[in-house]
Antibody, heavy 122, light 109 residues
Framework: QVQLVQSGAEVKKPGSSVKVSCKASRGTINNYAISWVRQAPGQGLEWMGGIIPIFGTPKYAQKFQGRVTLTADKSTNTAYMELTSLRSDDTAIYYC???????????????WGQGTMVNVSS | SYVLTQPPSVSVAPRQTARITCGGNNIGSKSVHWYQQKPGQAPVLVVYDNSDRPSGIPERFSGSNSGNTATLTISRVEAGDEADYYCQVWDTTSDPPYVFGAGTTVTVL
């Protein structure tokens, strides 16, 4: 069973950027449709974007368009999510998650990373 | 955007049945997935494609979907089932296209 292992917690200043990694323990990251989902304290799950095969290029939620960039490094089997111009309301746990059908068609998320806490505070 | 509506909370006695609804416009035409999230943990997929269970998920968890309502049913509820539950669909016309409900907290009395 593949595991997704994320990087550790981050503390950031408003206006700065954060880059969170998500490493697959086996298989090839490029063969997985990896999405990023965040959860603010006490709140629900919010899809930010994903590398979804049917779209060809990374797909982003409109809310995060222009501030988030998703990439994947085949050589290290790692996916990355970079969020810029951080605000206090970006304080959340960020999860990477794998689509069980490889995103073709898009389906459920069967494997999740352990989550990365990002705290944005002055 | 497509909206999924869940009740904020459901309370159930041990060994009874909990039913968590997820409402959406013609949701019966979509595949609905359900996640369980316990405090401090990542979500876990418990039902996919309306009624299928991943390996390792007890048969006590079942799902159905018809019309404008999908339902996750937990039979013979145990204390360990206390958690937040989220429904999710894919809607190609929505932004974001992966849509989550707001979540339902299940409390075992």
């Amino acid at each position: 069973q593949v595991q997704l292992v994320q990087s550790g917690a981050e503390v950031k200043k408003p206006g700065s950027s954060v880059k969170v990694s998500c490493k697959a323990s086996r298989g090839t990251i490029n063969n997985y449709a990896i999405s990023w989902v965040r959860q603010a304290p006490g709140q629900g799950l919010e899809w930010m974007g994903g590398i979804i095969p049917i779209f060809g290029t990374p797909k982003y939620a409109q809310k995060f368009q222009g501030r988030v960039t998703l990439t994947a490094d085949k050589s290290t089997n790692t996916a990355y999510m970079e969020l810029t111009s951080l605000r206090s309301d970006d304080t959340a746990i960020y999860y990477c998650a794998r689509d069980r059908y490889g995103g073709n068609p898009p389906n459920a998320f069967d494997i999740w990373g352990q989550g990365t806490m990002v705290n944005v505070s002055s | 955007s497509y909206v999924l509506t869940q009740p904020p909370s459901v309370s159930v006695a041990p060994r009874q049945t909990a039913r968590i609804t997820c409402g959406g416009n013609n949701i019966g035409s979509k595949s609905v997935h359900w996640y369980q999230q316990k405090p401090g943990q990542a979500p876990v997929l418990v039902v996919y494609d309306n009624s299928d269970r991943p390996s390792g998920i007890p048969e006590r968890f079942s799902g159905s979907n018809s019309g404008n309502t999908a339902t996750l049913t937990i039979s013979r509820v145990e204390a360990g089932d206390e958690a937040d539950y989220y429904c999710q669909v894919w809607d190609t016309t929505s932004d974001p296209p992966y849509v989550f409900g707001a979540g339902t907290t299940v409390t075992v009395l």
